[in-house]
């Protein structure tokens, strides 16, 4: 294996000047840097990352846990924790809790013994249903640095990347009632998370707001374990009719908008839809869904910069919660 020192023999400059150069410095001059970065390369050396975890007690490295790999949303935030990562010097090491309390305690225990300078997370499901939060804690105890994402505790000071789901649920059901919707549904399987909650309350506000709205709320909540389909057939057939569709997961508001095709009922005509999909579920619908974007890759992206500002003292010492703007992509379920 390549070091540092046989590098800087070969190009007959001091160690530190080949260090500072590998980490760009601008100390060192751009003919050096490029000079000592070839060499490094035309001799493929690789840093020895635990010698400079133990020198700098940092291993430059991110823990981060999601609850489930196959959710689209998910997967598109960690898309950009990587990118940004990466662009920063920073490794990754992925943690999956499958939704299980359990499974999110093992990974902090695991990673937490040094592995990591700091986690990113969303809390898994079964966490919040119990809120728990001593494990995480006891890490924000070792001044590990969290920053929690999306799903959010509340009882817990550490740094947070959030939407605005209360607002982004009630500019759509603004949007449903000035189409003129007379009976407006809502459709969720996460009702029992801190983000379903959130999205619930904007569009009961949204209701309650609406002075010329006669209807109560019509709320159809599903479980892993319903089938979807047989729910949301039985919705239409005791409130034929709704015109309008509030869906504040992933896939209910596609599977309505199938079963409502195959009844008959013209979209956006009859029926107008809006879903909190993003562009995975986009070539599988026609008409195309109307969505609020939730700018998953840019939760990412933010999630690693508080995170990595926390690291270097670049943030004051109170928890900060940034928000990610969403927005209100109108396509063909809506008029």
Do not use: W
């Amino acid at each position: 294996m390549v070091t540092l020192k046989q590098l800087a023999e070969k190009l007959n400059v001091s160690v530190s000047t080949v260090s500072k150069a590998l980490h760009g410095s601008e100390e060192i001059s751009k003919d050096t840097i490029e000079r000592v970065r070839a060499l490094a390369k035309e001799l493929n050396y690789q840093p020895n990352k635990v010698a400079i975890s133990l020198k700098s007690n940092k291993t430059k490295t991110i823990g981060v846990i999601i609850p489930n790999i196959l959710n689209h949303f998910f997967a598109k935030v960690l898309y950009g924790v990587e990118e940004e990562a990466a662009q920063r010097g920073y490794d990754i090491i992925i943690c999956i809790s499958n939704e299980s309390s359990d499974k999110e305690i093992h990974s902090f225990e695991v990673l937490g013994n040094g592995s990591v300078d700091g986690f990113i997370v969303s809390a898994a499901e079964e966490t919040q249903v119990k809120n728990q939060t001593q494990h995480i804690e006891s890490i924000l105890r070792q001044d590990i640095p969290v920053v929690m994402f999306d799903r959010v505790l509340e009882d817990i000071d550490c740094d947070k990347v959030i939407i605005d789901d209360f607002g982004a649920s009630y500019e759509a059901a603004k949007h449903l009632l000035a189409e003129g919707r007379k009976h407006i549904a809502l459709l969720s399987d996460i009702e029992e998370l801190s983000v379903g909650k959130l999205r619930i309350n904007g569009y009961l506000k949204a209701l309650e707001e609406a002075s010329n709205y006669t209807n109560g709320p019509t709320m159809l909540h599903v479980s892993q374990k319903d089938n979807i389909e047989e729910r949301i057939e039985s919705l239409f057939d005791k409130h034929p009719d709704i015109d309008g569709i509030l869906s504040i997961d992933n896939t209910t508001g596609v599977v309505a908008m199938h079963k409502a095709v195959k009844r008959g009922k013209r979209i956006p005509d009859d029926l107008s839809i809006i879903g909190f999909s993003d562009e995975n579920v986009l070539p599988f619908t026609d008409p195309k869904l109307s969505t609020i974007k939730q700018h998953a890759v840019d939760i990412g992206k933010t999630s690693v910069a508080l995170l990595i500002d926390r690291l270097n003292n670049r943030v004051d010492g109170m928890p900060v919660t940034k928000t990610i703007k969403t927005n209100l992509v109108l396509r063909g379920t809506t008029k």
